[in-house]
């Protein structure tokens, strides 16, 4: 709709007072024209109408279809603006009003009486005339607006219907319900349009007689669109119009003497200055707006819970998926802090027989000899520990299983800081003298005692060899690299490689060595070692920013004695494990990450379906936003309800989720025994994500809402 061409610049809402130009008349126009474009085509529906309007007066306004009785009404009521002339209303200019202005005078100053009625259809009677309340008065209780609302119900005879709806009610009563809403704020004109259009002849009778007492006895000062005489002559004065003229004005009765109460005392200042003061009130209005949109998704249940089902999905699997990535990194994070900062291995590298190159770790190149010598020359190491491994096969009782059987030093627990849950650890007494005692891992516990057992003290076979349970060590999990380090059983290092594990000749290089044990004791295919050979050797920096010089000084060391020249591949690695696990730990992030993506796509997919059935809402309620606006709404207002209303499907959809979500990672991780960690700051943002996506998915239907023509919305079927 094009704005007034002769408008003046509009300034901020209330930042100034209200110019004056004449107290005498309530309403003066002058000049008014309007027109309108459709498409190059102009229309003019309004010719330069002058027209002045008496406190008191009942005016009719005559006049064929298109001859502009409309169009003047929606400018006498600020639903519209002209194109050209000016509009005085209670001695203020219309025209130069803010939007937030105009709609304080439609709430307080100006009631509305519409052919059709105009009445929300799912509220009842009284809610629909305590309507105006809401934008006028938004600090008064529910309570105390139904009140006022039966009383004015009461006014027009229809006391006994507040709880009604209008389906439920006659067009008479219908037009009833909205003359009380129109006069719920005391306005200081009431516009009818063709208030009788809908009704037959008794009813309209009934009805203009009741519009004739409210002008008579309580000085409501009213303007009557209509085309039918019989309606025009309960006013004083007839007004008509053909073409967008004026072409008659007669007044039928006497100047009436315009009868102005306490409730009539009030001018649009005041009107406007108690507007401003409610629009402060912003808790009341939140609440009631709130209730509003409460109200609209609980008459379309089925179509809200459809709407509420792609949040509900992907904040349930965005609670999961964070679960899940959070309980993996928290997983390796255990791993690195068990580890320590300070802690590299040595891992035998590629072996060299008889010409032939070997893969990594296919023979071990490292001995008991190159440890001590890492621990005594090297200058930024703490400490060193070695081990010896095999799988073999351990019994208890009548169960066994198989594990790996791993001969340590006595520095080994608390190099990789590994704490012990029961017993006492492996001593360098024991190591010495080779003794027949070992530990057990949290696996192997649960694979050959029972819960109840204590097994510190038992016999346990390994390898058909006895050994006593001196200690069983504390749970660790698995590692960044999957394996369960808790399925492990640990012996005295001599003990392993004298008594246990054996010593044996490799194949590819005979020795005078002998043998301990047949080849038959090594069903597991694994290559028989040397006699003071180790399969790894784990290297404590003194500090953790030694770590790198410490791994260069073993570099350097080993390669002298193993005589390695310039040039020539090592045939041992050196690795530093915290960066391994810290790699493993970069991974999961990422793959958590790529998780909580995925399950975004759901929570996406769910706020493009509420902004679809939001902007389907906007359509079906188009006349109902009208209505709102016509009473004093602002498009804020409006605004604001169908935020709420996306914002309510997008929370209740997310908690719904966010239950379902935590109570299928505690079934995941019940049943899977994956490690999960449920996030308090996670489960909390989700939520808030969810609201987010309401409100982000909701603003352009709602904005679409509010910038509704408040005469076109009232005119939509």
């Known amino acids: 709709m ?17 110019p004056a130009v004449s107290d005498r008349a309530l309403i003066d126009v002058a000049g008014l024209r309007r027109t309108y474009r459709i498409g190059n085509v102009a229309v003019e529906a309004l010719r330069g109408i002058d027209l002045r309007v008496q406190r008191g007066e009942f005016v009719a306004i005559m006049g064929s279809s298109g ?52 009445l929300l259809a799912r509220a009842d009677a009284a809610a629909n005339v305590a309507l105006p309340l809401l934008y006028s008065d938004g600090h008064l209780a529910q309570r105390a607006r139904l009140g006022r609302a039966r009383k004015a119900l009461e006014q027009v005879g229809l006391a006994a219907h507040a709880a009604k709806n209008p389906n439920q009610l006659s067009g008479g009563q219908q037009q009833r319900v909205a003359l009380a809403r129109a006069l719920i704020n005391a306005p200081a004109v009431l516009l009818a349009d063709e208030p009788t259009g809908n009704l037959d002849s008794a009813t309209s009778r009934e009805i203009m007689n009741v519009i004739r007492t409210l002008n008579r006895e309580r000085g409501v000062t009213v303007i009557l669109v209509t085309h039918e005489s019989e309606i025009a002559r309960h006013a004083d004065r007839v007004v008509t119009l053909h073409d967008g003229r004026i072409v008659d ?21 005041d009107g406007a200055g108690a507007h401003r003061a409610a629009a402060g009130m912003t808790w009341p209005l939140l609440a009631m707006t709130l209730a509003a949109a409460a109200s609209a998704l609980a008459r379309n249940k089925l179509r809200a819970v459809l709407t509420m089902l792609g949040v509900f999905i992907g904040v349930a699997a965005l609670v999961s998926m964070i679960a899940l990535g959070a309980g993996a990194d928290e997983a390796v994070r255990k791993q690195i802090a068990s580890l320590g900062t300070s802690l590299f291995v040595v891992l035998p590298g590629a072996s060299t027989a008889n010409g032939v190159r070997a893969g990594n770790s296919s023979a071990s190149t490292l001995t008991i000899a190159d440890a001590d010598a890492i621990e005594r020359e090297a200058a930024a190491v703490e400490r060193v520990s070695y081990i010896d491994r095999q799988i073999a096969q351990v019994q208890y009782g009548n169960q066994n299983w198989t594990t790996a059987i791993q001969g340590i030093t006595p520095a080994y627990l608390g190099i990789v800081n590994w704490q012990i849950a029961a017993g006492r650890g492996l001593t360098r007494a024991d190591d010495e003298s080779t003794a027949m005692v070992c530990m057990i891992g949290e696996t192997v516990f649960r694979k050959l005692f029972s819960a109840d057992d204590d097994p510190v003290g038992a ?69 028989p070692k040397l006699a003071g050979v180790v399969n790894l050797i784990f290297v404590e920096a003194r500090a953790p920013d030694l770590v790198d010089q410490a791994m260069r000084d073993v570099t350097g060391m080993l390669r002298r004695r193993h005589l390695i020249r310039d040039g020539e591949a090592e045939d041992f690695n050196v690795r530093n494990l915290s960066e ?31 902004m679809n059935i939001l902007i389907v809402s906007v359509t079906e309620r188009t006349r109902e936003i009208g209505i709102r606006l016509a009473i004093g709404a602002r498009r804020m207002h409006v605004l604001l309800q169908f935020l709420i209303e996306a914002a309510l499907v997008s929370l209740i959809g997310g908690a719904a989720g966010l239950l379902v979500g935590v109570a299928a990672t505690l079934l995941i991780s019940s049943l899977a025994s994956w490690p999960t960690v449920l996030s308090p700051p996670a489960i909390l943002g989700s939520l808030a994500i969810s609201a987010m996506i309401g409100v982000f998915f909701g603003y352009y239907p709602a904005h679409k809402a509010a910038r509704l023509d408040p005469i076109e919305a009232l005119r939509f079927e």
Do not use: W
Request: proline fraction near 8%; aromatic fraction near 6%.
């Open 2 to 18: 094009p704005r007034a061409a002769s408008r003046p610049r509009r300034r901020s809402p209330f930042s100034r007072s209200l």
């Open 459 to 527: 016999m346990l076979l390994v390898k058909g060899r006895p050994l006593r349970i001196v200690g069983r060590l504390a749970p660790r999990g698995q590692s960044s690299f999957g394996t369960d380090q808790d399925d492990v059983v640990l012996l005295p290092f001599q003990t392993a490689e004298r008594r246990v594990i054996g010593v044996a000749v490799p194949a590819q290089a005979p020795s005078p060595v002998t043998t301990r044990f047949p080849p038959a004791v090594n069903p597991y295919g694994l290559q």
């Open 580 to 610: 391994i696990a810290a790699a493993a730990q970069g991974t999961s992030r990422v793959i958590a990450l790529l998780l909580a993506i995925l399950a975004s796509v759901s929570l996406l997919v769910g706020g493009i379906g509420i």
């Open 249 to 269: 004005d007669v007044r039928v009765r006497g100047t009436p003497v315009a009868v102005i109460g306490p409730q009539h005392g009030a001018s649009v200042r």
């Open 67 to 118: 001859s502009g009785k409309s169009t003047l009404m929606h400018i006498l009521g600020c639903l519209d603006r002209p194109s050209a002339g000016h509009y005085h209303f209670e001695g203020v200019h219309i025209d130069e009003l803010s939007e937030r202005q105009l709609a304080a005078i439609r709430s307080r100053r100006i009631g509305f009486v519409f052919q059709s009625f105009n």
